[in-house]
């Protein structure tokens, strides 16, 4: 059975979930569907992107020209629509508009995490330059690295909010692009769930590495923010109570016992089951918890 993951935070069984529950409104449900189909195609073009990267590496040669020191960072405004990238905002880091100022900040500090601490240039480890679009769609519920760029919705501010309030998931959306630049795996089994897996654990070392966290004080979650009326995380990195899990994501969990091979992309970093042997976090990320095991939530 071949089974696929995608670039967005918000996984496609969640979405669902949601779309089908009928304890929420009309208008909230249909937000969800169209998210749904939006991101059908954006996968698409995410697809064609990788496809690019893969037969351009294999033609790559030595670089010609100087590499800067650091990427350029740029964030333009959808201003509702879905037109990518959008108009480009002048000077974001003074911007009037705190999605532009903050994703630019955050944008910017990926970067020198990056760099500091991983010895990369950007996504790419070339200088690529850090492209951003705000403000994506009406009610739109996810954040998508689409092969190119990052993009980040609103939300429909009564289930999500923004999705660039959190760096953890700017930190994990724009370590696709690493992978896409480096591992080039595909989002399909296994690899597709070693590709979310990747940008999960990245994203939460970002959020420490920024808070100087230890892995011991960090809580490993995913997104616990996103809901505007839950503390609920989208996924975790560690085993996390029950309580703590959103339903719809509970629920959305596949029965990876009689799928193989399969993978997790809901309230967990994914791992396919078949590399599900205990993958613990270093020991003092460990300290007080009864059973952490691999980047699966129990």
């Known amino acids: 059975m071949l089974m696929c993951c995608t670039c967005q935070i918000v996984p ?27 991101d059908a195609e954006l996968r698409k073009l995410r697809t064609q992107a ?25 964030v333009f405004n959808c201003n509702h629509g879905q037109t990518l990238p959008g108009a480009q905002v002048p000077n974001p880091a003074t911007s009037p508009d705190v999605t532009a100022k903050h994703v630019f900040a955050e944008t ?6 990056y760099s500091q601490v991983f010895g990369r240039n950007s ?51 724009l370590t696709h692009g690493v992978t896409q630049h480096s591992l080039q795996l595909s989002y399909t089994n296994e690899a597709g769930g070693l590709n979310e897996s990747m940008s999960d654990c990245f994203g939460s070392m970002f959020r420490q590495w920024e808070a100087k966290q230890n892995v011991n004080q960090a809580d490993w979650l995913i997104a616990s923010w996103a809901r ?51 993958l613990r976090k270093p020991s003092a990320a460990t300290a007080g918890t009864k059973s952490a095991r691999s980047g699966i939530s129990p």
Request: hydrophobic share 40%; net charge positive; with cysteine.
């Open 228 to 278: 505007r009326r839950s503390r609920r995380a989208l996924r975790a990195c560690v085993t996390w109570p029950v309580r703590r899990q959103s339903t719809a994501l509970r629920r959305s969990r596949p029965n990876f016992r009689n799928t193989s091979p399969a993978w997790i992309h809901t309230r967990a970093a994914v791992f396919p089951t078949s590399l599900s042997t205990p």
């Open 108 to 113: 910017t500090s990926v970067a020198a995490f």
């Open 50 to 74: 990788s496809k690019l990267t893969r037969v351009a590496s294999l033609m790559a040669t030595a670089a010609v020209a100087p590499v800067a020191a650091a990427p350029a960072v740029t």
């Open 123 to 173: 996504v790419d480890g070339a200088g690529m330059t850090l492209m951003s679009s705000i403000h994506y769609g009406m009610n739109y519920n996810n954040a998508f690295w689409n092969g190119s760029q990052m993009t980040y919705g609103d939300g429909d501010g009564s289930i999500f909010v923004d999705f660039s309030k959190g760096n953890d998931v700017i930190g994990h959306e």
């Open 12 to 38: 496609k069984a969640a979405l669902e979930r949601f779309a089908r529950d009928r304890s929420l409104s009309a208008e909230q449900r249909k937000n969800f569907a169209d998210t749904i189909k939006i």
